[in-house]
């Protein structure tokens, strides 16, 4: 017989109790995010989708999974939870429209050394918000207690999302040719992507989170850099099913010059020109030093999305864009010659002292 004390999982740092107490709390966030298709219910071991009751005849079902990045370091670091939830369903269902797909549905995975409710419940809250904008339920997820892998109050996110497109109405950017035009729409602030650079610059220049932004004195530093991730969806997706679009990239980590070739065949070139930086990378760009070629490469600069239309259609589709809410301007053209993105001709998106001239073959 052993004279040790029985242990639990509660000893080695594990509450069952609590991850309990946490999807009662949320069950109400989800059933918000019913749609049809899906009663949103959780508890189970799998959520469930109908894409028939959804109206879909003969879908393609596309699926994208994504996290938040070191954003959520700031987040821990000035105790605002609410609006990382928003950035986790931004990056999975804005590269669902890409594609041309409605998002359905998605699934979170939260993951912490030990469960905090209150901070984990403020996070669903947000990914539930993020849910209800993109018009998709939130059908499930996990949460994971696990002792020893993060340092205390940090923890991590990732998201799983699936959409649908009826067959043959997918977009793949196979008819974007020479002489259409490419509309910017504007981002939200940096989105998610990029910040570990920022981080370094916040580091290097010691600035103090809770200070008013140098570039926006009506709010904190912490509350300019922690806006959400704007979601495309509802403003996209009548223009995608009206035939308007005929490729559309998401302005994410790699910035222009990876991002915009990934939907151009062979032969067509993206050339974007555009206006000057707004406030906050103007701010970046200066405070980091950083050279126009990582600028752009690294930030969306402004331009959270990138639509490719037929130049007849670009005025059309601004007008819409921005009766949906959104900014939106032509920023740049398909040009004939080797698949890639030149932003030489843009020097007020990089700045005023910008003398690069230099393009990014795809």
Request: net charge negative.
């Amino acid at each position: 017989m052993s004279n040790h004390k029985p242990l639990t999982y509660a000893d080695a740092g594990v509450s069952i109790a609590a991850g309990n107490a946490l999807v009662k709390m949320i069950a109400p966030l989800a059933r918000a995010t019913a749609r049809p298709g899906a009663d949103a219910e959780l508890g189970g071991f799998g959520g469930f989708f109908d894409p028939k009751a959804a109206g879909y005849k003969d879908p393609l079902l596309v699926a994208a999974n994504d996290g938040v990045g070191t954003k959520l370091k700031l987040a821990i670091d000035t105790g605002r939870h609410d609006g990382v939830g928003i950035d986790l369903v931004a990056m999975c269902v804005n590269d669902l429209i890409v594609q041309g797909a409605e998002p359905l549905f998605f699934l979170d995975y939260f993951a912490s050394g030990k469960l905090d409710l209150a901070v984990a419940s403020s996070v669903v809250a947000g990914i539930a918000e993020g849910c209800r904008i993109a018009g998709c339920a939130l059908i499930g997820g996990e949460t994971a207690e696990m002792p020893g892998m993060y340092a205390d109050g940090d923890y991590d996110l990732a998201g799983f999302s699936v959409g649908a497109v009826e067959r043959g109405e997918q977009l793949t950017g196979a008819d974007v040719g020479t002489g259409d035009v490419l509309i910017g729409v504007a981002s939200s602030g940096a989105h998610s992507n990029g910040y570990s650079l920022i981080r370094r610059i916040l580091s290097l220049r010691m600035h103090d989170l809770a200070a008013p932004a140098p570039f926006d004195p009506t709010v904190t530093l912490a509350e300019a850099l922690l806006v959400p991730t704007r979601i495309y969806v509802k403003a996209l997706l009548p223009l995608v099913r009206a035939g308007s679009i005929k490729a559309m990239a998401h302005i994410t980590g790699g910035g222009f010059l990876e991002n915009i070739p990934r939907v151009l065949p062979a032969g067509a070139r993206a050339v974007v020109s555009a206006p000057a930086l707004s406030p906050l990378f103007d701010w970046l760009r200066s405070e980091g030093g950083i050279a126009p070629g990582e600028m752009a490469r690294t930030f969306n600069c402004g331009t959270g999305m990138v639509v490719v239309v037929a130049a007849d259609r670009a005025d059309a589709v601004v007008a819409a864009l921005v009766a949906a809410g959104e900014g939106a301007a032509v920023i740049g053209r398909i040009e004939a010659g080797t698949k890639g993105c030149d932003v030489s001709g843009a020097a007020g998106l990089w700045g005023a002292d910008a003398a690069w001239t230099a393009s990014h073959d795809g």
